[in-house]
Every structure is written in structure tokens, then in C-alpha cells.
Antibody, heavy 115, light 107 residues
Framework: QVQLVQSGAEVKKPGASVKVSCKAS????????MHWVRQAPGQGLEWMGR????????NYAQKFQGTVTMTRDTSISTAYMELIRLRSDDTAVYYC????????WGPGTTVTVSS | AIQMTQSPSSLSASVGDRVTITCRAS??????LRWYQQKPGRAPQLLIY???SLQSGVSSRFSGSGSGTDFTLTISSLQPEDFATYYC?????????FGQGTKLEIK
């Protein structure tokens, strides 16, 4: 079955960086864009950007320009989202999502930024 | 970026009620709108795509309508498992943008 498995929870200090992985299985990895969405505690969903796993081309929300980098490794069907210069307000659950209708979501990775 | 204004932000209803949630886009987005349901501690689940197409496996008590700037999600007869938070998402252009969410609570 189509599945996305994300890396485990992270605790980082302000100013550090984090790289979250999202391993896909059950479908052709290069067939659908991979999106990243985050959700701060008690808040709504926020679209961060997407990557074309085939070409590596990306689109980022303006808010994250300069701090987020989305990459992929097609040999292992894995997408990555790296966020640099972390701040406390980057504390959130980070989801990867894909599919013909953006209907397949990973379980989320909790990133906590705290001194 | 296109702003998605969802209303109401919260709603109390009873099992068996018919409820409607609306989403308004700040500019026309054709029918490029999805609806998601999210329960606490879980990833969002797709209910509706292309404004009115029911995702496979989703109960037919969920329906969507609208095009351009105004959209609705209707739940025809609330069931206990429907109490959750609902989000709209426009995928007309980048950046994609979500509505702020509607929390549906039991009355």
C-alpha cells in the first residue's frame, strides 16, 4: 500500500538546523510531487513548499524562502526537508504529503526548538 | 498569495445534524479546492478534491460544492466520528494556502 514513513522527533536549539526525511513506498516515487506542511501546537496547517521528485524542482512559500531546502534521493525513494536558523516558532509537527490528490500523508515529525 | 477565509472557526452540533462549512478565496480559483478532516494527533485526511469530488473510501454523507471564490463542505448527518477539525486548501497556484480551520464539536 502507498505509505510515507517519516524520521523521528527532533529537539534543536535556536539557530540550529533540522533535516526531516520522508520515505515513500507502494507507488512510483517520481510520479507525484512531494509537499511539506507544518502545524504549530494548537494551530492550523501551513503549506511550506513542494518538490518534483523527478526533476528536483522546487516551489517554496515566500515565508520559507532562504531557510528551507527540499531535496530528494530517488535511489531510495526519500524526500528531505531541511530548515535552517531555527527559531522557537518553528516548533511544529512537519508532514510530508503526496498523491494524485494530495491524499497520502506521512504521520508527521515533531520538531521542538528550545534553548 | 491567495487568502482562504473559512467560517465558522468553530461549530457545535449534535449527532444527526446537517452542517455546512464555507471557504472563501480572495480571488478565483476555479474548482481547485480540497477539504481535509483532522483529528487530534493525526495527519489530515482528504475528504473532497476538485471542490466536489469525493475521495475514494470517504463516506457519502460528505459533499462539496462551489467554484470560483465560494465553496462549501456539507456533512449531511453528523456521526460521532465526524467531530474533528476541517480545513480547506487551494491548489490553484503557489503557494498553496489553507483556511484557518473549523473545529466541529459535540453540542
Amino acid at each position: 500500500q502507498v505509505q510515507l514513513v517519516q524520521s523521528g522527533a527532533e529537539v534543536k536549539k535556536p539557530g540550529a538546523s533540522v533535516k526531516v526525511s520522508c520515505k515513500a513506498s507502494g507507488y512510483t516515487f517520481t510520479g507525484y510531487y512531494m509537499h511539506w506542511v507544518r502545524q504549530a501546537p494548537g494551530q492550523g496547517l501551513e503549506w511550506m513548499g513542494r518538490i518534483n521528485p523527478n526533476s528536483g524542482g522546487t516551489n517554496y512559500a515566500q515565508k520559507f524562502q532562504g531557510t528551507v531546502t527540499m531535496t530528494r534521493d530517488t535511489s531510495i525513494s526519500t524526500a528531505y526537508m531541511e530548515l535552517i536558523r531555527l527559531r522557537s516558532d518553528d516548533t511544529a509537527v512537519y508532514y510530508c504529503a503526496t498523491g494524485a490528490h494530495l491524499d497520502v500523508w506521512g504521520p508527521g515529525t515533531t520538531v521542538t526548538v528550545s534553548s | 498569495a491567495i487568502q482562504m477565509t473559512q467560517s465558522p472557526s468553530s461549530l457545535s452540533a449534535s449527532v444527526g445534524d446537517r452542517v455546512t462549512i464555507t471557504c472563501r478565496a480572495s480571488q478565483g480559483i476555479r474548482k481547485d479546492l480540497r477539504w481535509y478532516q483532522q483529528k487530534p494527533g493525526r495527519a489530515p485526511q482528504l475528504l473532497i478534491y476538485a471542490a466536489s469530488s469525493l475521495q475514494s473510501g470517504v463516506s457519502s454523507r460528505f459533499s462539496g460544492s462551489g467554484s470560483g471564490t465560494d465553496f462549501t463542505l456539507t456533512i449531511s448527518s453528523l456521526q460521532p466520528e465526524d467531530f474533528a477539525t476541517y480545513y480547506c486548501l487551494q491548489d490553484y497556484n503557489y503557494p498553496h494556502t489553507f483556511g484557518q480551520g473549523t473545529k466541529l464539536e459535540i453540542k
